[in-house]
């Protein structure tokens, strides 16, 4: 589903922040990207996203060379892969409801769909009964359930997740984490970037480290 074949990134005067980063993660396979601040994990991410390109090497999503992509084919890459930030980046003059549906309504679904799609994702995160508040009114845990419902609403088969419990006390860094690896048992690629090597020896998934842009670890099966 994501294939990294020997991909380097170095943007212009700096230095190189990816090195010949090589792996790859088939569909349905949860993932964790360790690494010191400023390793590369930032990079890797934004060019799954196509934020950036690599200078070289190449991205495959779903078997689609990214590097092929023309501008105007961009947009429905990035539908295809959801996000999940770690301030969740809700609007909080608008509904829990209100910021689910917000990327489906750019994306031009109808209102019917919106509903329907939105009422799914929010029951995925079981935050079903909570769609008329208001963020300001949930735990800090239930805000980033939110803003995973937004990331998966649109069903994409891809979910990244960049610092996704920097905010969170431990107890609700495992409920988060119940989340992805539930998204995962359903078929989603899920990749997150994390500081918490102790949440992710605990998690017993896959791990990729990278070390002054380069992959570290080697990039084996998922544990058992």
Do not use: C, W
Request: no cysteine; charged share 25%; hydrophobic share 40%.
């Amino acid at each position: 589903m994501i294939r990294f074949d020997a991909v380097s990134k170095r943007y212009e005067g700096g230095a190189e922040a990816l090195a010949g980063v090589s792996f790859e993660l088939a569909g349905g396979e949860m993932a964790f990207l360790t690494g010191h601040s400023g390793a590369g994990k930032s990079t890797l991410l934004k060019l799954i996203m196509l934020m950036e390109r690599p200078s070289r090497g190449q991205v495959f999503v779903g078997g689609v060379n990214l590097g092929r992509l023309r501008r105007r084919q961009v947009p429905a890459l990035r539908r295809s892969v959801g996000v999940v930030f770690q301030n969740h980046q809700l609007l909080g003059d608008r509904t829990v409801y209100d910021n689910v549906a917000l990327p489906l309504v750019i994306a031009g679904y109808t209102p019917r769909e919106v509903g329907r799609r939105v009422r799914a994702a929010l029951t995925k995160v079981h935050l079903e009964d909570r769609e008329r508040e208001m963020p300001a009114a949930l735990s800090g845990g239930e805000q980033q359930r939110v803003g995973i419902a937004r990331a998966v609403a649109n069903r994409p088969p891809v979910l990244l997740a960049d610092e996704p419990t920097g905010n969170l006390d431990p107890a609700l860094s495992a409920e988060i984490m119940a989340t992805f690896r539930d998204f995962k048992q359903v078929g989603v690629t899920v990749l997150i970037a994390t500081h918490d090597l102790a949440l992710v020896e605990s998690m017993g998934e896959r791990v990729l480290t990278l070390g002054k842009g380069r992959l570290v670890t080697e990039p084996g099966a998922p544990h058992e």
